[in-house]
Every structure is written in structure tokens, then in C-alpha cells.
């Protein structure tokens, strides 16, 4: 089997990629949705401190799940992939999601995406997989995802025992319904902060990074609400063969690699 494009990341690497016209377009068409629904503020991150953040949330969140209906992300992920350098062959990947952090909001308190700290394996996904976060407008550092590398290789207390992709898959959507609600794993410890890699960034410049990296828990200290959206790749034949991040904490079953897509042809 030739070397995986992703082994760099698979050992740890974080990185930020120039924009692209893949990100950029996908910045431009989410950019004009969101300044629909906030008119109120000539920025959308202004909308917050205009309206208040409950009705802010309340006019953004229902957007999300149309956003991952539409139709157009399956080319420009793809796109997106060959011209950052990186071979598509074999590669599926999850619709993506738009994420609405609040300003100064405490992490897990269910306001918009502020997620506890987390490793997306405690939600079953696989150890190859790749995340790639954009922000749809500039980013200040104070605003940014935390990642913690210390913690890629360390195993970190947490609640994915009992965490079943499938059951939770046959009670709900999981994400961006209005029925149950299911809480994803977190850690369930205090685990030091101190080493937290963030990036100040451009919009729809690109985060790329392993799903097995520690990430999120830490406010957006900045004063605008952050807007991003986010997928996730596996290159499967990768996970077939046992390459990737090894599994050092999680006790999640199941996989989520049932709701990934393969590229149109």
C-alpha cells in the first residue's frame, strides 16, 4: 500500500492552510444567509450584542440543518482537498456543519457550540480522520478553536463508555434536530490547559487537524460571535488498515463512518 497523504497528521501535525477558492466559495455562500437572517448589524458577529444572544441563536441555528442539505458541498470538499495537495482517492467525508460559538460563553452550557473539551474518537469516529475548520470571517486568537497536543498521545478522563453511534443514530439526528438532544463525550476530569494551541485566522483560511487531538473547551474571549463551518474526511482505506491515531482513551462503540459520502464521480 503507498504512504498515506495524511501520515503527517496522523503523528500529531496541526496546521493552517492558505484560503483557497474551494474555502473562499464556501465562505461566500454562507456569508449572505447569515446577513439575511441578522440585518440588524452590518457584521454578523455584531448581531449578538444588537439582538442579544438568545434571539440571535434562535434565528441562526435553524439554518444549520439546511446548510448540510445543500447540494454543492460534495464538489468543493473535494476541491477543497486537491488543492491544498492532497489526493482524494479513497477519501469519504461527513456534510458539514456551520457552528455558532457566542461571545465569552462557558464551553459545554449548550449556548450555540460551545463544546466541553473532547476528542471526536469518544464519539466513535475514526482514528483517521482529518478535521478541516474555516471560519467565515477574521479570526483574533482569543476567538479561535483550542487544540491541546500535549494530551494527542495521553489518555484523558472522559464520559464515551456506553456512547453507542448506532443506538443514538435509531433515538435521533444527533445534531440539528429539534427531538432529543444527546450530549457528546467530554472530559469528565480536569485536565491542564496551560499548553492550548490557538490560531489568530483569515477568513476561510482552513484548520487542519486529527479528530484524535484534544480540542475545544475554551471560551471565544473575542467580542463578536464566531461563524465557522467544519467537516471531517477519512481516507478509508487508511482505516481499514489500521493506520491512523491510535485509540489511547476512547470506550465508544459503533462508527460513524455509516454517515460519510464518497465523492461524485
Known amino acids: 500500500m503507498t504512504a498515506s497523504p495524511f501520515q503527517d497528521i496522523y503523528h500529531g501535525a496541526v496546521s493552517v492552510k492558505p484560503a483557497t477558492p474551494a474555502s473562499q466559495a464556501m465562505v461566500a455562500a454562507m456569508d449572505p444567509l447569515l446577513r439575511k437572517l441578522l440585518p440588524e448589524a452590518e457584521h454578523p458577529g455584531d448581531a449578538e450584542h444588537v439582538l442579544g444572544k438568545e434571539v440571535m441563536l434562535q434565528r441562526v441555528m435553524p439554518l444549520r440543518m439546511k446548510i448540510r442539505m445543500w447540494t454543492g458541498w460534495n464538489a468543493l470538499v473535494k476541491q477543497l482537498l486537491e488543492e ?133 473547551g475554551a471560551r471565544n474571549l473575542s467580542n463578536r460571535t464566531r461563524f465557522s463551518v467544519d467537516f471531517r474526511t477519512v481516507r478509508r482505506p487508511d482505516h481499514d488498515a489500521g493506520i491512523g491515531v491510535a485509540n489511547v482513551d476512547s470506550a465508544a462503540v459503533g462508527s460513524s463512518l455509516i454517515d460519510f459520502y464518497k465523492f461524485a464521480a
Do not use: C
Request: proline share 7%; aromatic share 12%.
Open 84 to 216: 491544498q495537495g492532497y489526493d482524494t482517492e479513497g477519501v469519504i467525508f461527513d456534510t458539514p456543519h456551520l457552528r455558532v460559538a457566542p461571545i465569552d460563553v462557558e464551553s459545554g452550557d449548550g449556548s450555540g457550540d460551545a463544546p466541553a473539551a473532547h476528542r471526536d474518537t469518544w464519539s466513535a469516529h475514526s482514528g483517521a480522520q482529518v478535521n478541516w475548520w474555516i471560519p467565515l470571517y477574521d479570526l483574533p486568537r482569543e476567538a479561535a478553536l483550542p487544540i491541546f497536543p500535549a494530551y494527542f498521545k495521553a489518555a484523558v478522563a472522559n464520559s464515551s463508555s456506553g456512547f453507542d453511534y448506532l443506538e443514538i443514530k435509531r433515538r435521533t439526528l444527533f445534531q440539528d434536530t429539534e427531538g432529543e438532544v444527546v450530549t457528546a463525550p467530554t472530559t469528565t476530569e480536569p485536565f491542564d490547559m496551560s499548553n492550548e494551541q490557538r490560531f489568530a485566522m483569515n477568513a476561510a483560511e482552513t484548520l487542519v487537524f486529527s479528530g484524535s487531538h484534544l480540542h475545544g
